[in-house]
C-alpha cells in the first residue's frame, strides 16, 4: 500500500511541501485577551501576507461616518470622507489582520521566517437613500455591491454635531435603520417574486433537481411571509439544504447583521448612556442582530498617533481598548469564524475556518488534497505545547494524544481546550486510514498501510 507521509500544511504557491510537521491550534477569537491591540495592529499590519478572508460591508445612509470607520479600520485606508452624500461611489476594499498574540508565540517557538495573520476583508459601500430599491439614489448599483459581501456592518450616527448634515435632517438612528432595511427587504420580494415565476415554468427535471426545487419553494414561500411583515429573512428557521437551495439569490436580508453605533466622544466610556444607543441595542435585539459602539472620529485620530501614545489617549478618554479590536472580534464571531495555525521554519500562518468543521474540513481550506488525504491527527494542548517548546519536546513528555478523523463534537472540545494537531495524511492516493471514524485513541501514533 501507499507510503504515509507526514506534511506540513504551509503551501508555497499551491504545491505541497516536504516531509515536516503540521500543527493546529484551535481558538475562539471571543476569549482572547485583546488589551495590547493598538501594539500588535502595527506588528500585524506591517506582515507582507494575510491569509483569505470572509467580506464584511460597511453600509448605512449618507454622513453617517461610513468612511471615516473604514479609514480607522484599515488604518490606511483611502476612503475620501467628505460631508456630502455619495462621496463614496466605488466600493473601498481593506484587508484587515485579526490581531492575535498567539500567533507570533508560536512563529517564535518556531523560529519562522514571517508570521502571517487571519484576516477579514472589508468593504466600503456607498450610501443609500429611501427608494434605493426603486433606483433612487445610487439604487441598484448599491445593492449589487452589498449582495456579493458575507455580512453587514450598517453604521448608525448616535452623536448630534451641527456641522455634519444630516441626509433626513435630525439625527435618529431608529430610523435611519428601518429605512436602510426597508429597502433591503424590498429588494429581497422583488428577487423572490422573480425566482417564484421562475420556478413556476420551470421544465421537467429529474428527481434530485425536483426535490431541490420543492425545497426552494418551500423557503421562499415562508420567507417572503415574514418579509411581507418587515421581519429579515434570517430570521426564518430553515434546514440545511433549504438554505443551500436558496444560497444562489444573495437574500440581503439573510445576511447576518452587526448595528455601529458611532458615537461622540464624550460618550465612549459609557455609551449606554446614549438614548441613540439604547434606541439601537433594543431594535438590534428584536432583529437578532449585534450592536457595537464605537467613536470613528476618536479610531480615526488614533490612526495618526505613534502606538505608545495610543494607550494614554484611550485613557484619557475611560476605555482602555480600541473599538476596532469590539469590531474586529464581533464580526469574527458574527460571521462564525474560527482561527487556526500551521507553524514552521518557513512561516507560522493563521488560517480562517467555519466554526463546526471538521478537522479533514479545516485541512482541506489550505488545500484540497489535504482534506481528501487526512488519516490522523495528533494533538497536545496550547498551554502544554507552548511550555514544552516544540512539538517533539511534547511528544516526548508524553503529552500528545492521536485521534483518527476528528468529527466536530471532538473538534469542539479541542477549540476549547486550544489544542494543537498534527495532522497526516496518505501523499500519493489521497485516501484517509480504515476505521477511526471519530474513535479517540490514545498512545503512540501507529502508521497505517
Not at 430599491?133 to 450598517?154: A, C, P, T, Y
Not at 451641527?162 to 429588494?187: R, T
Not at 495618526?304 to 484611550?314: A, C, F, I, N, Q
Request: net charge positive; aromatic share 6%; glycine share 8%.
Amino acid at each position: 500500500m501507499a507510503k504515509l507521509a507526514s506534511h506540513h500544511l504551509i503551501p508555497a504557491l499551491g504545491f505541497p511541501l516536504r516531509r515536516s510537521s503540521l500543527s493546529f491550534q484551535w481558538r475562539n477569537l471571543k476569549d482572547e485577551n485583546m488589551s495590547s491591540f493598538s501594539v500588535l495592529w502595527r506588528r500585524f499590519s506591517s506582515s507582507p501576507k494575510i491569509s483569505m478572508s470572509l467580506k464584511a460591508g460597511i453600509v448605512g445612509l449618507p454622513n453617517v461616518g461610513k468612511s471615516t470607520l473604514f479609514n480607522a479600520v484599515v488604518e490606511n485606508g483611502k476612503a475620501q470622507a467628505a460631508n456630502f452624500p455619495f462621496c463614496t461611489i466605488e466600493p473601498n476594499v481593506g484587508i484587515v489582520a485579526v490581531p492575535d498574540p498567539r500567533l507570533h508565540v508560536l512563529s517564535d517557538l518556531s523560529k519562522s521566517q514571517r508570521a502571517v495573520p487571519a484576516s477579514i476583508e472589508f468593504v466600503d459601500i456607498a450610501g443609500l437613500v429611501r427608494g434605493a430599491s426603486q433606483g433612487e439614489g445610487l439604487g441598484n448599483k448599491f445593492l449589487s455591491h452589498i449582495r456579493e459581501v458575507d455580512s453587514i456592518l450598517q453604521v448608525v450616527r448616535c452623536f448630534e454635531d451641527n456641522d455634519v448634515i444630516h441626509v433626513n435632517g435630525k439625527v435618529d438612528p431608529k430610523s435611519d435603520i428601518e429605512v436602510i432595511n426597508l429597502e433591503l427587504v424590498f429588494s429581497d420580494l422583488d428577487q423572490i417574486e422573480k425566482r417564484m415565476e421562475k420556478l413556476k415554468k420551470g421544465k421537467v427535471k429529474d428527481s434530485q433537481s425536483k426535490v431541490k426545487e420543492e425545497a426552494e419553494r418551500s423557503a421562499l414561500e415562508r420567507i417572503q411571509r415574514e418579509l411581507m411583515d418587515g421581519k429579515p429573512a434570517r430570521s426564518v428557521t430553515l434546514s440545511d439544504f433549504e438554505k443551500e437551495s436558496i444560497k444562489h439569490l444573495c437574500l440581503l436580508t439573510m445576511k447576518p447583521v452587526i448595528y455601529v453605533a458611532n458615537v461622540a466622544e464624550a460618550d465612549l466610556a459609557e455609551p449606554d448612556d446614549n438614548p441613540h444607543v439604547k434606541d439601537v441595542k433594543n431594535l438590534a435585539s428584536q432583529l437578532q442582530s449585534g450592536i457595537v459602539a464605537i467613536s470613528a472620529q476618536v479610531e480615526s485620530e488614533l490612526t495618526e498617533l505613534p502606538s505608545e501614545e495610543r494607550t494614554e489617549y484611550l485613557t484619557s478618554l475611560g476605555v482602555s481598548e480600541s473599538g476596532l479590536g469590539n469590531l474586529i472580534r464581533a464580526t469574527y464571531g458574527l460571521l462564525g469564524l474560527r482561527t487556526y495555525f500551521t507553524s514552521g521554519e518557513k512561516e507560522t500562518k493563521a488560517w480562517t475556518i467555519l466554526a463546526g468543521m471538521t478537522a479533514p474540513q479545516a485541512a482541506g481550506v489550505i488545500h484540497s488534497d489535504f482534506e481528501k488525504g487526512f488519516i490522523r491527527a495528533e494533538t497536545v494542548g496550547y498551554d502544554d505545547f507552548v511550555a514544552a517548546g516544540s512539538l517533539a519536546a511534547a511528544r516526548e513528555k508524553g503529552l500528545t494524544k492521536c485521534r483518527l478523523q476528528l468529527t466536530s463534537r471532538l473538534l469542539g472540545f479541542l477549540r476549547v481546550q486550544f489544542n494543537l494537531i498534527h495532522g497526516k495524511w496518505n501523499r500519493r492516493t489521497g485516501k484517509r486510514c480504515r476505521g477511526g471514524g471519530g474513535n479517540r485513541v490514545e498512545g503512540p501514533c501507529r502508521k497505517r498501510g
